[in-house]
């Protein structure tokens, strides 16, 4: 079967699945609780797609291309029976890297269940180790060590290297770089240094709040020295590096100061259903009611390849003044 190419050249390799739009945390750069508070209306479960439908929508990707699957959220582990879809996902044909994003905080629970479903891999937020700035920052008075503990169950359920996802936002947790680096110096984990983003409509960016990649990379190499390394594979979003004395490798993705567009392989799906082309998206494609129309697998190929045929997405290449009022998806229901 011949692979879908985009606009600009990028075929599809990373499908990102999101399996709730519900997180137990409110992160202020993600799901602030001004806008997510108790009124919020989220999905109801008859919304939501299935096990059985979700596997079928990786099962089609997987024959266009797809490689990699990421369960996000929301909060994925808040998604009830999680392994059994691992489980179900972990035997298609053609993916062969099945991973999650989770803030860590049902990671301790859940981290057996899920390796024995056949989990390879997992990546933790964790925005700060002071529990005053992690408070602060999840908004949901979940301390950092609760968090540590989900790392280290999933590292002893064979889930590792774990891939740490700290947010860095200035005057918040920049001070706290360092002192994340290394604490995971040395343990195989890698630590990513990501770059505060506009995603949604709801955390009032500012550029003023972005801690330049460089900025964070020269403040931890002036403590440990770093040298650059090759990615792992085309299209990976983190720029990587190596502690020069051996003592591992962290990484930063910079989508604000080094966009990354060109060589972007992702499409989301969302937890009801459709899909989106980019982070950024304004508007995503309808695929449940296809599904629950009683499309065939021909249609919903077509129509998965005619969605990616026409993709032009290249926000972060493009983020200025006149992208500022776009009424983007919220991160927290396509997933990052
Ligand atoms: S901004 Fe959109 S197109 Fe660019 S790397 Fe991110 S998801 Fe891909």
Not at 101 to 130: F, K, Q
Not at 178 to 203: P, Q
Not at 295 to 312: F, H, N, V
């Amino acid at each position: 079967m011949t692979e879908p190419i985009d606009t600009l050249g990028r075929p599809l390799r990373d499908l990102r699945v999101s399996v709730t739009d519900r997180c137990n945390f409110r992160c202020t750069y993600c799901m602030p609780r001004e806008v997510f508070g108790r009124d919020y209306q989220f999905l109801e479960r008859s919304l939501l797609l299935t096990f059985e439908e979700i596997t079928r929508v990786v099962r089609l990707a997987a024959g266009l291309g797809v490689t990699k699957v990421r369960l996000t959220g929301g909060e994925p582990l808040l998604r009830k029976g999680l392994p059994d879809l691992v489980a179900m996902l972990a035997v298609v044909e053609g993916i062969d890297d099945l991973t999650l994003t989770t803030n860590g905080s049902l990671l301790a629970r859940d981290a057996v269940a899920l390796a024995s479903a056949g989990l390879r891999r997992v990546s933790v937020s964790l925005d700060s180790l002071d529990d005053a700035t992690f408070m602060a920052m999840n908004d949901a008075g979940f301390p950092a060590s609760k968090v540590l503990e989900g790392i280290d169950a999933a590292a002893a359920a064979g889930l590792g290297p774990i891939k740490i996802n700290m947010v860095v936002k200035r005057g918040v947790n920049d001070g706290d770089v360092v002192a994340m680096a290394e604490r995971f110096r040395g343990t195989g984990h890698i630590v990513r240094f990501i770059e505060y983003m506009d995603v949604g409509t709801s955390n009032g960016w500012r550029l003023d709040d972005v801690v330049p990649a460089a900025e964070v990379l020269a403040a931890i190499s002036k403590r440990f020295p770093l040298d650059p390394i090759a990615p792992n594979y085309p299209g990976e979003v983190a720029n990587r590096y190596r502690y020069r004395d051996g003592g591992g490798e962290i990484g930063v993705i910079a989508s604000v100061t080094r966009p990354f567009c060109g060589s972007c392989t992702r499409a989301r799906l969302s937890a009801e259903g459709s899909l989106y082309t980019c982070l950024f998206a304004t508007s995503g494609h309808d695929l449940r009611a296809r599904l629950r129309a009683g499309a065939t697998d021909d249609d919903i190929l077509d129509t998965l390849r005619s969605i990616w045929t026409r993709r032009g997405d290249r926000y972060s290449e493009i983020r200025s003044e006149a992208t500022a009022g776009w009424q983007k998806v919220e991160m927290s229901y396509i997933g990052g």
